[in-house]
């Protein structure tokens, strides 16, 4: 079997997650975190809307992942991204980072916000 190395030109690939932590780019983040084109930082969860919006111009989706479950995000979030101009898709944490890896591999303009599994 061939192994090729993975290049991720604009962003960091999440490599693990636990409970209350995420690990992206071999880097551990505990709690809610954003991460993307412009770096990985805490994030304030579904009421903080502003660390996504200041993505608009750089991202063309922006993945949420809702902790362990897929939960709905709340229309007041869902509305001021939809103002900004932010493709959004919601699901799980897991999910959520499984998918933004893979967006990220194929050089895609994304960025994930996570709540803890």
């Known amino acids: 079997m061939r192994l090729n190395e993975m290049a991720y030109p604009d962003g ?3 490599d693990g997650y636990g409970a209350g932590f995420f690990r992206i780019g071999g880097e551990i983040h505990k709690g809610a975190v954003v991460t993307g084109p412009g770096g990985t930082g ?3 969860g579904l009421d903080d ?3 996504l919006i200041a993505l608009a111009d ?3 989706v922006l993945l949420i ?3 362990a ?3 709905p995000v709340p229309a007041p979030l869902r509305q001021r991204l939809e103002q900004a101009g932010v493709g959004m ?3 799980g944490s897991p999910a959520a980072c499984r998918t933004y890896n893979v ?3 194929e050089g895609r303009r994304v960025a994930l916000a996570l709540l803890p599994v």
Request: hydrophobic share 45%; charged share 20%.
């Open 42 to 44: 805490p994030w304030g």
């Open 58 to 60: 750089r991202i063309d």
């Open 49 to 51: 809307a502003e660390p």
């Open 103 to 105: 967006l990220l591999a």
């Open 12 to 14: 960091l690939p999440v």
């Open 89 to 91: 898709e919601h699901m």
């Open 69 to 71: 479950e897929m939960l």
């Open 65 to 67: 992942g809702t902790g």
